[in-house]
């Protein structure tokens, strides 16, 4: 299963709310994981289970969807928060573990 | 917490075998509630699951990769290895070991650079 992720990138405000969204190629029911990365960093894990927060993650960020279509909201954006967002899925055997393609967020 | 660090040659030759080793943290190697996966990223790219493996051994692999991947573990050692052969310059990337809960990848290592060249 493939994902896709709009938009590829994006310039804002610190303070403004940021919506990323990932969207399968087909419905999926086990929902998706959105993973933070910054340049030279391994990625972290924000989100699983399509909403929920990971321990130590910051309550600005948030997830939704369902069906073929997610998203990922930061809400008040901090300077932190600049890097590369991923999705990504799980699905049964053969197919196993997919990432989305990455949308990354700079500083206007 | 887990701890994951990747460990192996920097430098490999085309066609030749890539090893690296993910040594976990004592407290984690043996929790039946983990898989322990090899994830790698190419420069500039996104992120690419190669495979996984269970304190039990049960691994499943990336089907585009399955040919030519092995995973192991080693617990007397508090090892994840990992051997992916035939190796050519689309295989260099940073790769990443990381701790695998249900269905996401919760705890990561800090990655190795492996550069496949002559």
């Known amino acids: 299963i493939q994902l896709t992720q709009s938009p590829s990138s994006l310039s804002a405000f610190i303070g403004d709310t940021v919506t990323i969204t990932c969207r399968t190629g087909q419905g999926i029911t086990s929902g998706v994981a959105w993973y933070q990365q910054k340049a030279g960093k391994p990625p972290r894990l924000l989100i699983f289970d399509t909403s929920d927060l990971e321990s130590g993650v910051p309550p600005r960020f948030s997830g939704s969807g369902s069906g073929t279509e997610f998203t990922l909201t930061i809400s008040g954006l901090q300077a932190d928060d600049f890097a590369t967002y991923y999705c990504?899925?799980?699905?049964?055997?053969?197919?196993?573990?997919?990432f989305g393609p990455g949308t990354k967020v700079d500083i206007k | 917490q887990v701890q994951l660090q990747e460990s192996g040659p920097g430098l490999v030759k085309p066609l030749q075998t890539l090893s690296l080793n993910c040594t976990v943290s004592s407290d984690y190697i043996n929790n039946g509630g983990y898989y322990w996966s090899w994830i790698r990223q190419p420069a500039g790219k996104g992120l690419e699951w190669i495979g996984r493996?269970?304190?039990?051994?049960?691994?499943n692999y990336n089907p585009s990769l399955k040919s030519r991947v092995t995973i192991s573990v080693d617990t007397s050692r508090n090892q994840v290895s990992l051997k992916l052969s035939y190796v050519t310059a689309a295989d260099t990337a940073v790769y990443y070991c990381?701790?695998?809960?249900?269905?996401?990848?919760?705890?990561w290592g800090q990655g190795a650079l492996v550069t496949v060249s002559s």
């Open positions: 990504q899925h799980f699905i049964s055997y053969p197919h196993g573990f997919t």
């Open positions: 493996i269970h304190v039990t051994g049960a691994s």
């Open positions: 990381a701790s695998n809960r249900y269905s996401v990848f919760d705890h």
